[in-house]
Nanobody
Framework: QVQLLESGGGLVQAGGSLRLSCAAS????????MGWYRQAPGKQRELVAT???????NYGGNVKGRFAISRDSAKNTVYLQMNSLKREDTAVYYC??????????WGQGTQVTVSS
């Protein structure tokens, strides 16, 4: 069984910063991709950022230049540094994990709320 535990969400003023963490545990020998997606009320889930096992990163157009994804491979943990937060960043942020053989997992989500 693979588990994902997200932390770091909360309430922040516009222009502020938050740092999200996602720790993966369980039967994990190697990770293909870890990343973050988000879903706001009334909207579809969208890509925030991903990072591969080789360190390649990919960002959604709405966050590029403001957010930075990083990883600690030894701890199977991915981080999302969110700067210059805007009201439209308010959403539930979900950690996503892709393992070899096409296995994917999702965290329970952590709420990020940005006030104007």
């Amino acid at each position: 069984q693979v588990q994902l535990l997200e932390s770091g969400g909360g309430l922040v003023q516009a222009g502020g910063s938050l740092r999200l963490s996602c720790a993966a545990s369980g039967r994990i020998s190697s990770i293909n991709v870890m990343g973050w997606y988000r879903q706001a009320p009334g909207k579809q889930r969208e890509l925030v950022a991903t990072i591969s096992n080789t360190g390649n990163t990919n960002y959604g157009g709405n966050v590029k230049g403001r957010f930075a994804i990083s990883r600690d491979s030894a701890k199977n943990t991915v981080y999302l540094q969110m700067n210059s937060l805007k009201r439209e960043d308010t959403a539930v942020y979900y950690c996503n994990l892709w393992l070899p053989q096409g296995r994917d997992y999702w965290g329970q989500g952590t709420q990020v709320t940005v006030s104007s």
